[in-house]
T-cell receptor, first 110, second 114 residues
Framework: GDSVTQMEGPVTLSEEAFLTINCTYT??????LFWYVQYPGEGLQLLLK?????DKGSNKGFEATYRKETTSFHLEKGSVQVSDSAVYFC?????????FGQGTILTVHP | NAGVTQTPKFQVLKTGQSMTLQCAQD?????MSWYRQDPGMGLRLIHY???????DQGEVPNGYNVSRSTTEDFPLRLLSAAPSQTSVYFC?????????????FGPGTRLTVL
């Protein structure tokens, strides 16, 4: 079946540091890939999305590239801010059903 | 445009009680789903629906029941609550095409079963 594996957390960074959160997936067919973000006490919000190989999703300074050859969708940001502190989920969508990774807690200190 | 709404926000039940979590969306989405979120386990799919009158089981369906009589509403019923069902529950909706398959989530219901 489909599965998503995210790097273990939590991740703690200083403001303006570079962020990478690794995500790999296993799926049949050609899934869409997503990064969702969850701020404390809130539901999940879409951060970015890619629907086919070599697509790059980007939003709010975050980027991720759909790499079919390595089955990966790593999240990156060049300079994190305190306001980026949240839980980040990688997910794939296959025939409408979302499969999530376990989530990575990011804490950014001033 | 309210998006996806869920009620209640918080609920405490005793073991064996039943209740219904409400979910509604105003985006005319065909696909609706329920997830539960537990620490360290991400979100797991409970049940989903691809349209009115059509429902199917997800990864963790036991102890839960759903129905979809309208496009807008997708309630989740707990038949006989157990402490293992203590969790945060999220409802989500989306279209079915690749161009519309981004799922939009409600704010969640935090359920405690004593």
């Amino acid at each position: 079946g489909d599965s998503v594996t995210q790097m273990e957390g939590p991740v703690t960074l200083s403001e303006e540091a570079f962020l990478t959160i690794n995500c790999t997936y296993t799926a049949t067919g050609y899934p869409s890939l997503f990064w969702y973000v969850q701020y404390p006490g809130e539901g999940l919000q879409l951060l970015l999305k890619a629907t086919k190989a070599d697509d790059k999703g980007s939003n709010k300074g975050f980027e991720a590239t759909y790499r079919k050859e390595t089955t990966s969708f790593h999240l990156e940001k060049g300079s994190v801010q305190v306001s980026d502190s949240a839980v980040y989920f990688c997910a794939l969508s296959s025939y409408g059903k979302l499969t999530f990774g376990q989530g990575t807690i990011l804490t950014v200190h001033p | 445009n309210a998006g996806v709404t869920q009620t209640p926000k918080f609920q405490v039940l005793k073991t064996g009680q039943s209740m219904t979590l409400q979910c509604a969306q105003d985006m005319n989405h065909e696909y609706m789903s329920w997830y539960r979120q537990d620490p360290g386990m991400g979100l797991r799919l409970i049940h989903y629906s691809v349209g009115a009158g059509i429902t199917d089981q997800g990864e963790v369906p036991n102890g839960y029941n759903v129905s979809r009589s309208t496009t807008e509403d997708f309630p989740l019923r707990l038949l006989s609550a157990a402490p293992s069902q203590t969790s945060v529950y999220f409802c989500a909706s989306s279209g079915l095409a690749v161009s519309t398959d981004t799922q939009y989530f409600g704010p969640g219901t935090r359920l405690t079963v004593l």
